[in-house]
């Protein structure tokens, strides 16, 4: 089957998805409409920042999935209205963009969704500089012993999983301006997460701790999974899409393999009820989920049956349909008062933010449906 015959054998789910999303997503637009703040969770039945007290704290690194959301509806319906709002929040960041001591590695999800996706289709040379900007504070935080780093302060020399998907905004910028840099800085770093953190059956580490000075490995800690050496499901998705990810911008066979690799552990981990627990190796008495590992790694999913042929193709598309299926199912709330769509989304193992709504889960289940819609514009 090719890709295509694959997306149409889900026509009817597709349609109905399709359907819900952008019935209710005007509500969910009118309930952020000019907020001082990006759109984060929901509380009290309305959009909320990620930090109250710090007016949203701007420089949040979940804030480019609003405008990028958004960018997402404009490209599913048309509408100028999401346009409209892609372009506001994005101004908003530029508070962020400018004050290089609240930013970290996340910058690549902050802007190249965001004003990355306005220049590629409008070409806006505002955003392509704020693009730009953030691909080289991105390419400063790269430690030339291998790896990019993630946070501030004392943590020198951590790096995490989820810098994969940030590399996205590198090999933008090499594409953008014919300077390789970007693109090796972001092939040594994928790389390291190759040996450092995906483990022989496809798991990964969220975090590995180098030396800064000699990259020697120093811990391992569990991060926002369960425990050292556990199997965090968000970590897992950032792996499996930011592989396949790398593979479509460098052509790399091992980045394929790799994803291929964490695809199969990541569909072996689910297959009983298709919504990721939030760590696959936390007790098996906790029924903690978190839908927004499910809804990258659908997106993952689809876009590796693009990438693969025969039944393997298939394989890895009918795992994001069913995860896709799942989610809409017994995850999401579609009423219109509700602004955000799936509400089984989980920040982290360790702390209180259990099954809440989370900007960025909304993001990758509109990309998801996107794909299915046969929409192939590539957000990253
Ligand atoms: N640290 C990024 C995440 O929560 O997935």
């Known amino acids: 089957m090719t890709f295509e015959e694959m997306r149409l054998s889900q026509a009817e789910l597709t349609k109905t998805l399709v359907g819900k999303i ?16 990006i759109p984060y969770t929901v509380r009290d039945g ?10 949203g704290s701007i420089s949040w ?3 480019g999935f609003w405008p990028g959301m958004m960018w997402e509806m404009f490209l599913l319906t048309g509408d100028e209205a ?32 965001s004003a990355g996706v306005n220049y590629r289709l409008t070409g806006s040379d505002e955003s392509r500089k704020r693009a730009l900007l953030a691909a080289n504070l991105l390419a400063g935080r790269f430690n030339p012993l291998g790896f990019i780093r993630a946070w501030n302060g004392d943590r020198v020399g951590w790096a995490i999983i989820d810098t994969m998907m940030n590399l996205n905004i590198l090999y933008w910028a090499s594409d953008l301006t014919g300077d390789p840099r970007f693109r090796k800085i972001a092939m040594i770093h994928a790389d390291t997460a190759m040996k450092h953190f995906v483990r022989e059956d496809g798991s990964c580490n969220h975090i590995v701790i180098f030396d800064p000075e000699t990259m020697a490995f120093v811990d391992n800690p569990a991060g926002q999974g369960f425990a050292s050496g556990s199997s965090w499901s968000r970590g897992q998705a950032w792996a499996l899409y930011g592989f396949t990810l790398s593979w479509i911008h460098t052509g790399r066979q091992d980045y394929l393999d790799t994803a291929r690799k964490v695809a199969k552990y990541f569909v072996s981990q689910i297959q ?21 590992a499910g809804a990258i790694a659908a997106c993952g999913l689809i876009e590796l049956g693009r990438q693969v042929e025969g039944e393997e193709a298939k394989f890895f598309f009918d795992a994001g349909v069913n995860i896709i299926r799942a989610m809409a199912e017994n995850a999401a709330d579609w009423r219109d008062e509700y602004p955000a769509i799936l509400t089984k989304c989980s920040s982290a193992y360790h702390n209180g933010d259990h099954h809440i709504a989370m900007n960025y889960a909304d993001f990758f289940f509109i990309e998801a449906v996107r794909k299915l819609n046969g929409d192939s514009f590539l957000f990253w």
């Open 22 to 37: 952008t019935r209710k997503m005007p509500h969910s637009l009118a309930n952020a409409a000019n907020s001082d703040f």
């Open 46 to 55: 309305k959009w909320a920042p990620a930090y109250p007290e710090d007016r």
């Open 61 to 63: 690194w979940t804030n």
């Open 82 to 113: 999401y346009r409209a709002e892609a372009e506001r929040s994005e101004k908003m960041l530029d508070e962020a963009l400018y004050n290089i001591d609240v930013l970290h590695h996340d910058v690549g999800f902050m802007w190249h969704i």
């Open 272 to 292: 009983d009820d298709w919504i990721p627990r939030i760590d696959f190796r936390q007790p098996a008495d906790v029924d903690l989920k978190d839908a927004c």
